[in-house]
């Protein structure tokens, strides 16, 4: 008697919202998406630092936790964590694991919610000014958009202040980058940066000794932030030439 009417392959039912893991915009979110965006990052953290308990021992458990704290509450970053894990010998593939791991869970925290963050006084209206003349400026200038997954990826890797990860998302949401592309800018950018920094922390500590490995470290986080600023200097005079 009535016809069922077919529902075509990629279109939504009425009345039916569809709502993804990766939505960032909190009008689109429904409570459920709401509560596992803001509490999974945290389950997933207690889970990891349990496992890692309930696997090493004490002495080595501790002195992982300790670096862990640091690294996430600034000013300390991976160009002191790093090289003092080492120097207390937590083993190197332990310390890569730990700092990669804080960098993105962050990330993803910070992707998922950033609307709450904007909603901080003073702060977030200072991110939506930002935010938007940051959207302009890359819609403007197309070297930027070529150039801007480079960026983010040479910003998770330079050792600055706090987690590389923390401050990479951020700029990446302010000037409007997708999350996903996003959180693989954090991944690449803290697995070459992490394991570069872990790499010439052993180096040092082999070669030339616990009391040198502070200024070897120190020397190459100048040359990282160097590098940076080279390379978006460079990008500028191209398209000003251009």
Known sequence: MFKKKKVKLGEKKKGFKHHHLWETDITKKNRSI???????????????????????????????????LLYFLPPAGKESVIPGMISKNVDWYLVIIDIVFIDVIISIFLIWNFDYVKKVPLL????????????????????AKGSVYILLILFVMVPFE??????????????????????????????????????????????????????????????????????VRGRLKDKKKG
Do not use: N
Request: positive net charge.
């Open 34 to 68: 709401v509560v596992f965006q803001i509490l999974f990052p945290f389950v997933v953290i207690f889970l990891f630092y349990t496992l890692l308990y309930y696997t090493l021992s004490w002495t080595m458990f501790s002195r992982l936790g300790a670096g862990s």
């Open 124 to 143: 977030g209206g200072l991110l939506k000014f930002v935010e938007k003349h940051s959207q302009k400026y890359l819609k403007d200038r197309r070297f």
């Open 162 to 231: 706090g987690s590389g990860g923390a401050a990479t998302t951020i700029i990446g949401k302010i000037i409007g980058v997708k999350p996903y592309k996003l959180w693989a800018c954090v991944w690449i950018g803290s697995i070459l940066g992490v394991s570069i920094i872990t790499k010439a922390a052993l180096e040092a500590k082999a070669y030339i000794g616990e009391d040198l490995i502070w200024v070897v470290i120190g020397i190459f986080a100048i040359a990282g932030i160097i590098a940076v600023i080279s390379f």
